[in-house]
């Protein structure tokens, strides 16, 4: 699951709608936030969504997760790790593997600092997933995860946080194949905003610029 943006027409209703970056500049500019979620392995999109710029990444993959079938393995990028999402993931029996930025919790801190190659950690909710998780009717229980340490050839250190607790049966060597699989949907964006020119809408309502983007 990846997302990005795209530009839109320039109308008062589209961009009442979908909402303007850049309010205060001398060019404000009316864009909305895309979501997909892509079978990397065939290379499809599973489900697309286009939506209003103020709803996050974070809350476009949790619509995603209606397509979501159990033992799904699904891979994040790095903005969208946080205990209710990962919670969620859970309770529709899937599996994730996420880029997580070192300093995003204290475990994580600690793992990057010690130079170790993996660890099984217990994720407390923080506070800021308590509230969120009550909404989605989430029990708020320790999730038993696992952080992995990736050296990348130029130096940089990656650390992935995985569902894949099992040591054996998912080594820590297969880790940065498996997170480069996520590459394909890069790749696909690029495709859709060069050769498919999605963000060149004919349409010029709110409903036809729906219409537009699903049936490209």
């Given at each position: 699951?990846?997302g990005?943006?795209?530009?839109?027409?320039?109308?008062?209703?589209?961009?009442?709608?979908?909402?303007?970056?850049n309010?205060?500049?001398?060019?404000?500019?009316?864009?909305?936030?895309?979501?997909?979620?892509?079978?990397?392995?065939?290379?499809?999109?599973?489900?697309?969504?286009?939506?209003?710029?103020?709803?996050?990444?974070?809350?476009?993959?949790?619509?995603?997760?209606?397509?979501?079938?159990?033992?799904?393995?699904?891979?994040?990028?790095?903005?969208?790790?946080?205990?209710?999402?990962?919670?969620?993931?859970?309770?529709?029996?899937?599996?994730?593997?996420?880029?997580?930025?070192?300093?995003?919790?204290?475990?994580?801190?600690?793992?990057?600092?010690?130079?170790?190659?993996?660890?099984?950690?217990?994720?407390?909710?923080?506070?800021?997933?308590?509230?969120?998780?009550?909404?989605?009717?989430l029990?708020?229980?320790?999730?038993?995860?696992?952080?992995?340490?990736?050296?990348?050839?130029?130096?940089?250190?990656?650390?992935?946080?995985?569902?894949?607790?099992?040591?054996?049966?998912?080594?820590?060597?297969?880790?940065?194949?498996?997170?480069?699989?996520?590459?394909?949907?890069?790749?696909?964006?690029?495709?859709?905003?060069?050769?498919?020119?999605i963000?060149?809408?004919?349409?010029?309502?709110?409903?036809?610029?729906?219409?537009?983007?699903?049936?490209?």
């Open positions: 699951i990846d990005s943006t795209v530009r839109i027409p320039r109308t008062f209703e589209v961009e009442e709608h979908f909402g303007v970056w309010v205060n500049s001398q060019n404000p500019c009316p864009l909305a936030r895309i979501s997909q979620m892509f079978d990397v392995l065939n290379k499809i999109t599973v489900d697309a969504i286009i939506s209003p710029k103020a709803i996050g990444e974070r809350e476009l993959c949790e619509s995603h997760f209606l397509k979501l079938m159990p033992n799904d393995l699904v891979l994040l990028d790095r903005g969208y790790p946080a205990y209710w999402l990962f919670n969620l993931i859970f309770s529709w029996g899937g599996n994730f593997c996420a880029r997580v930025q070192v300093d995003k919790w204290i475990p994580i801190k600690k793992f990057f600092r010690s130079g170790k190659l993996q660890k099984i950690i217990h994720l407390k909710a923080p506070a800021s997933s308590i509230r969120k998780c009550r909404d989605l009717g029990d708020t229980v320790d999730l038993k995860l696992r952080l992995i340490r990736i050296e990348l050839e130029n130096g940089q250190t990656e650390i992935l946080i995985t569902s894949l607790v099992d040591t054996d049966k998912y080594p820590a060597e297969i880790f940065l194949d498996l997170y480069h699989h996520r590459w394909p949907i890069e790749e696909d964006y690029k495709y859709m905003k060069i050769r498919i020119e963000d060149n809408f004919t349409a010029k309502s709110v409903l036809s610029l729906y219409h537009d983007f699903h049936s490209r």
